[in-house]
């Protein structure tokens, strides 16, 4: 696989939404992102708050921006506060260093694009991200080894 297409974009927020109905969890919001940060799809389960959409891709855009999960993200802001707060400046405020944005790996662990989640507990989000990556056989990097 070279490219994230639609159909595999698509194909992740399935896996992501069977993951959350599997686990109870509230509604959903999923976006993904190509390698480049363009948004290739994004969907909002029935019930969603209005938020969780622009929550959701910002978990992914500063993930596929800065080339690491959002979790790690928010590990950089607590041991850098002063650019955190600056990279949010240049970000536009597109940033949430939160579990939840983790980036796609290809096999040979190039990065294929990112995917955001939102409306549960972070670390919730953050698996049902895992969770759709998994479906179609990519690679998860949400920052834990």
Not at 7 to 24: Q, S
Not at 107 to 115: K, L, S
Not at 135 to 140: E, T, Y
Request: hydrophobic share 45%; net charge negative; with cysteine.
């Amino acid at each position: 696989m070279s490219t994230l297409t639609l159909d595999i974009a698509n194909a992740i927020i399935d896996g992501a939404f069977r993951k959350a109905r599997d686990l109870g969890l509230a509604p959903l919001a999923v976006a993904v992102l190509d390698d480049g940060g363009h948004l290739k799809t994004m969907q909002r389960q029935d019930g969603a708050s209005f938020m969780r959409s622009s929550i959701a891709l910002a978990k992914a855009w500063g993930a596929i921006g800065m080339g690491v999960s959002s979790r790690e993200l928010g590990k950089m802001a607590k041991e850098r506060p002063y650019f955190m707060t600056a990279l949010g400046e240049v970000a536009d405020g597109r940033l949430m260093p939160v579990p939840g944005g983790v980036l796609i790996r290809s096999a040979d662990d190039r990065i294929m694009g990112a995917v955001g989640i939102s409306g549960d507990l972070s670390d919730l989000d953050e698996s049902c991200a895992i969770a759709g990556i998994d479906a179609v056989g990519l690679i998860p990097d949400y920052g834990k080894k």
